[in-house]
């Protein structure tokens, strides 16, 4: 298959199905200029706060993006290019725009309040709790994994001892992006500029980031980065967004751009051809296309932690309910569009249908290397700006991550009719932003000690559980503010089926090694203890949202009132 018509053919499908499907669904649901946002009437300068749609566009494409849209389709290339790419386009539009739109829009007609807080209004107070500790327990799985990966990947000495140039100044220009953020953030808050200025601005801030991580590359080892790492997740956690959240993604929203503009030429300029096969099997080496490509796939295509952030963080930021569709169904189809590109990457490299050794990011930043490198640019310069990318974009996650799991541990002890000025002391303690941040980071360190080798087979299904149950609370809004719904119906019920047998096979495969006395109590028990604690949680969600959708006649007015 050549790289240029698959990469042109899946540019046309997202710009159409944006034009057509995503401003039919801001129709039919009634998105709504004239009314006044969350951000607007709730502002308070910490988590609400009224930002242009570009801004907030650059925090949530660079929350959810990541390192997922490059990992996910390259791992799943085992099953063939055709299903991965299948997937991402079917998938990505029908399934993860819709719950990223359908997430923030419930969000934001809610007065930017949760998920959770949508399922407490139409399943009840215990559906809430349920939901919120689902998605805590998630928050520091992705915490552990995470911080894992940017800790290695800032690592400046390699196991022989070494020091890493690109790990260096991966890491200086990370700690250069920090302090330009909290400039870029006084600066966007004070002066308000114009969006020309305000882009000229941050591309130059990018530009000097990267310029100066690569002339003082910083060696530390991996475990003081571990606790460097976890310092900071506490500030962007805590600080109020426009201090170093949202610049600091604004930042990051360039620099993957650009990654994205320059893999795109890279193609244009080698015109590679996929040496991958277009289809290898429904079971590779054990593993079997239902569920393991869908899940594995994850953010390319469908991903529940972007419910996550459009819920939690990018509602109570829209200024106007026309930014909805571009900041969540557009960055969403621009991500299947990254996730098609490195596909594209790793079938070009690829020999004899076999991918090269290494990680996906490691893959994908020697692809695009070698496509600039016939454009004149040197290959460890374009190989250290792609790994800096991919890197700088895990750690965006990972904050934004941590923020959601502090709002979700705060909002398990607090009711929609709750009295913030006489809440009991226990109560205040729990809801206290410094202790909820606290307690989260301190589980999601003492879990990370392991390794993200073995958190990583629960990440993909807890992920993509988040998605399900998020599509069942959309669903029964949208069907109860008497707006339809039924376009979350099916992909509601694929996304159930996915991850109930994702989780079902962690179970059985653990329980196995149990029985047989191979069963590991730290790596194998952990696993099977979250394992089962998330899929009991989630049939109890799933059973309770497909109730309250198809039996309960309750209705609720366009402000999720009810009535």
Request: net charge positive.
């Amino acid at each position: 298959m050549n790289g240029i018509v698959l990469l042109i053919v899946s540019i046309v499908i997202l710009i159409v199905a944006y034009i057509t499907y995503g401003r039919f669904l801001a129709k039919r649901w009634g998105v709504d200029p004239s009314r006044r946002t969350p951000a607007v009437e709730l502002e308070d300068g910490v988590d609400y706060v009224p930002t242009g749609g570009q801004v907030v566009f650059g925090h949530q494409f660079a929350s959810i993006a990541g390192a997922g849209p490059i990992n996910g389709p390259i791992q799943a290339a085992i099953f063939g290019w055709l299903p991965v790419v299948l997937w991402i386009l079917v998938g990505g539009i029908f399934i993860g725009a819709v719950q990223d739109f359908g997430s923030i829009f419930a969000s934001v007609r809610n007065k930017g309040r949760s998920i959770g807080y949508i399922i407490e209004i139409y399943i009840g107070k215990v559906g809430k709790r349920l939901f919120l500790l689902f998605v805590w327990l998630f928050s520091i799985l992705v915490i552990a994994a995470f911080s894992d990966i940017v800790a290695g990947t800032f690592a400046g000495f390699g196991a022989d001892g070494s020091r890493s140039i690109v790990n260096g100044s991966t890491a200086s220009t990370s700690i250069a992006f920090m302090g330009f953020a909290f400039l870029l953030g006084i600066y966007l808050k004070r002066r308000k500029p114009t969006v020309l200025r305000s882009n000229l601005v941050a591309i130059v801030l990018l530009v000097t980031s990267i310029f100066l991580g690569m002339a003082f590359p910083t060696f530390i080892p991996k475990q003081i980065w571990m606790y460097l790492v976890f310092a900071y997740i506490f500030l962007a956690s805590v600080l109020p967004v426009w201090v170093l959240l949202q610049p600091r993604d604004y930042l990051n929203s360039f620099l993957l751009v650009f990654m994205m503009l320059a893999a795109m030429v890279g193609i244009f300029i080698a015109n590679p051809t996929i040496h991958l096969p277009a289809f290898l099997g429904f079971t590779i080496g054990g593993q079997h296309l239902f569920p393991i490509l869908f899940v594995t796939v994850a953010c390319g295509a469908v991903s529940g932690f972007h419910s996550l952030i459009s819920s939690e963080t990018s509602s109570k930021q829209i200024r106007s309910e026309k930014d909805m569709l571009p900041v969540t169904f557009g960055a969403m189809l621009v991500e299947c569009l990254l996730a098609i590109i490195a596909l594209i990457c790793a079938g070009a490299v690829a020999s004899q249908g076999v991918l090269p050794a290494g990680t996906p990011p490691q893959i994908f930043a020697m692809a695009v290397a070698s496509f600039l490198t016939k454009a004149g640019i040197p290959p460890l310069a374009s190989t250290t700006i792609i790994t800096l990318a991919i890197s700088a974009f895990a750690l965006t996650s990972l904050d934004s991550v941590a923020r959601v799991g502090r709002l979700s541990f705060q909002e398990l002890f607090l009711d929609s009719n709750t009295d913030d000025q006489h809440m009991p002391r226990i109560q205040k303690l729990l809801t206290n932003t410094y202790f909820a941040t606290g307690i989260t980071l301190c589980l999601g360190f003492l879990l990370s000690r392991i390794g993200y080798r073995h958190i990583w087979p629960l990440f993909g299904s807890a992920n993509q559980m988040i998605g399900a149950l998020a599509l069942c609370a959309i669903a029964i809004f949208l069907r109860k503010t008497q707006k339809g719904g039924a376009m979350t119906w099916i992909p509601m019920l694929v996304m159930l089926a996915i991850t109930f047998t994702a989780l079902g096979q962690i179970i059985i495969q653990k329980s196995a090694k149990l029985l047989d006395g191979s069963f590991g109590i730290m790596n194998d028990g952990m696993q099977l203890v979250f394992a089962l604690l998330l899929i009991g949680l989630a049939v109890v969600i799933a059973c309770k949202s497909i109730g309250s959708l198809f039996f309960n006649s309750k209705t609720a007015t366009a402000d999720g009132e009810q009535i």
